[in-house]
């Protein structure tokens, strides 16, 4: 089958509520790097239709970020998803999917209201809002989602629960240019100097790693550490923070199911990133 692109929440409704067959989603803002088609490619596997939603979705940017700037390239977008063989891209208009009058919000507490949710208040609820949307016109079985955005996964899982949603979130790992730097759309925005200092959040995951396996479990000696790292690269620190993997809990001492959190401004572009302490 040719791949069709859907402009219509409607168009989109009619033909996800007809199928009777396993459906998998991959919600994107586009311009799609091998992070994207990494989860192409497992819904491919496990599904017998596979869906791509490609929308900017302003509601989850504040006032002061880089909406306008984020990078399209649809056309690009759409060559890659037909080589990989997706048969719906949905692709609405902002006006279709916050028409006038607008006025219903998901928020998702607790989990939403740290980390990310610390330095990006509206992030959180902006994002809910937009997949409980997307869930309920493309109607999937499965939904994947990369571990590069963990928090944005820990969130949607309890929202999916609490609304009674029946879509299966299946979390796909994060993947990295060779050097280390996890692949981001935002990465284009990195000059040459800049691309080479945002190898500190790779260099702070392996560190951390390399001193857990020597046996440190002391958040307050590592965090230093971490800081150093990051500062000498001329990193800004939003935060460093190690956390359960499960819940996102705050922790004491660090143990194998904790995970590293960073988000770190290199020049304008805030990038983020996160691993478990135990390489996979
Ligand atoms: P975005 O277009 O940034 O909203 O991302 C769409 C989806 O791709 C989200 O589920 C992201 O977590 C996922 N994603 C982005 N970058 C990567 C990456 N480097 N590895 C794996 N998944 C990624």
Not at 3 to 21: F, G, P, W, Y
Not at 93 to 122: D, F, H, I
Not at 168 to 179: G, L
Request: contains cysteine; aromatic residues 8%.
């Amino acid at each position: 089958m040719l791949l069709s692109v859907i402009n219509s929440v409607l168009e989109m409704q009619s033909l996800t509520r007809k199928a009777d067959t396993i459906l998998g989603f991959v919600p994107t803002m586009g311009y799609l790097h091998k992070g994207h088609l990494s989860l192409v490619e497992m819904a491919k596997k496990q599904c017998d239709i596979v869906i791509v939603s490609i929308f900017v979705n302003p509601t989850q940017f504040a006032p002061n970020e880089d909406l306008d700037n984020y990078p399209r390239d649809f056309d690009g977008d759409l060559k890659l998803l037909t080589e990989l063989g997706v048969d719906y891209v949905f692709f609405p208009k902002t006006t279709e999917m916050y028409p006038a009058g607008y006025s219903t919000w998901v928020n998702v507490e607790g989990v939403s209201e740290v980390l990310c949710g610390k330095s990006r208040p509206a992030h959180f609820k902006g994002v809910s809002t937009i997949v409980c949307k997307l869930v309920n016109i493309v109607n999937p079985n499965y939904m994947y989602m990369g571990e590069k955005d963990f928090q944005q996964i820990a969130v949607l899982k309890r929202m999916l629960l609490d609304l009674n949603l029946e879509t299966v979130i299946v979390p796909c790992p994060i993947i990295r240019e060779a050097d280390g730097l996890a692949m981001s759309s935002r990465n284009k925005f990195l000059d040459t100097q800049q691309r080479q200092d945002a190898l500190c959040l790779y260099n702070s995951i392996q560190h951390t790693r390399t001193r857990y396996q020597q046996g440190c479990r002391t958040i307050g000696e590592l965090i230093p550490e971490i800081e150093q790292i990051i500062t000498k690269n001329n990193g800004k620190i939003d935060y460093i923070e190690f956390r359960t993997a499960d819940d996102l809990k705050p922790i004491d001492q660090l143990d194998k199911n904790t995970r590293l959190f960073l988000a770190v401004y290199i020049g304008n572009t805030r990038l983020i990133d996160n691993a478990p302490l135990l390489s996979q």
